[in-house]
């Protein structure tokens, strides 16, 4: 859980560099460009933080927790 605080956090801080590199008189694309993916892979690693955690947590629920898990997330409801 807490790796998943800290990449939200690294999120938050690499949007707010790119904000600060569109906001200069002169923008450096190429540094956009490299801001951007890293944004990306960001994004990617928290995901699958996430799915990581959801399966290690599924793991400890009863076949009858699981199928209500299911039907919620089939069903398009958040799940918390």
């Known amino acids: ?28 694309l190429k540094a956009v460009e490299t801001k951007l993916k890293q944004i990306a892979t960001i994004k990617i690693e928290t995901q699958l933080i996430f ?6 947590d599924e793991t400890k629920l009863t076949p009858k927790q699981r199928e209500i898990v299911k039907k919620y997330a ?3 409801l958040p799940l918390d």
Do not use: F
Request: no cysteine; hydrophobic share 30%; net charge negative.
């Open 51 to 56: 799915y990581q955690i959801h399966r290690k």
């Open 74 to 76: 089939t069903n398009g």
């Open 1 to 28: 859980m807490k790796e998943l605080i800290r990449k939200k956090a690294d999120e938050q801080i690499a949007e707010v560099e790119l904000r600060e590199l569109l906001e200069k008189d002169t923008v450096d």
